[in-house]
């Protein structure tokens, strides 16, 4: 059986037809039944070495698809999703995701944090995973060579916390590598 390949404009099409902010299992359905032709990524990868690139595909009030490209061994900052859902899937290549739960020490917004690894997952291509805003805090990485993931954050990011191994915190303003144009 020959699976359908989409445009990745036949996706932001499909989560604009939502209506309003998408919610995440809605978003994580269209990942799902609409697997992407790689084909039409090409005007929104860009690759850097010993990290990973943010490149915007489309953005709305509601939300923004991001391509990141990820070099072999790149990985993220530990990191909260702000007051966002996310939803991503792998498209190509293999990504670690490293989880982590908060403990919030007292002291205000400032203070350090307790993080405690809470275990990680390795998924291939075609997988999914999805995230909730605050409480959700996790570390990405390339696993064994270069990956590509499509990034689906409902209401757009533009700062979110982030998070030493020794607990501390400040908050990270969002940007691009690449924006179409």
Known sequence: M??????????????????????????????????????SLEPYRSWAPQRYTRNLIAR????????????PGARSQIHDHADSDCAFVVLEG????????????????GARRELHRAGTRILGPGD????????SVHRVAASGGAATTLHVYAKPIDACLTYD?????????????TIPG
């Open 60 to 71: 709305t009030d509601a939300f923004e698809v991001i391509a990141l490209c990820w070099a």
């Open 2 to 39: 020959r699976t359908t390949l989409y445009a990745v404009d036949e996706l932001v099409a499909a989560l604009r037809a939502l209506g309003g902010v998408p919610q995440p299992v809605k978003v994580a359905a269209a990942l799902r039944e609409m697997p992407l032709d790689l084909r």
């Open 128 to 135: 999914l995973d999805v995230r909730s805003g605050h409480l």
């Open 94 to 109: 293999a990504i670690a995701c490293e989880n982590f739960r908060l403990a919030l020490a007292p002291g205000g917004p």
């Open 165 to 177: 191994e020794d607990g501390g915190v400040r908050e990270s303003r969002s940007r691009y590598d």
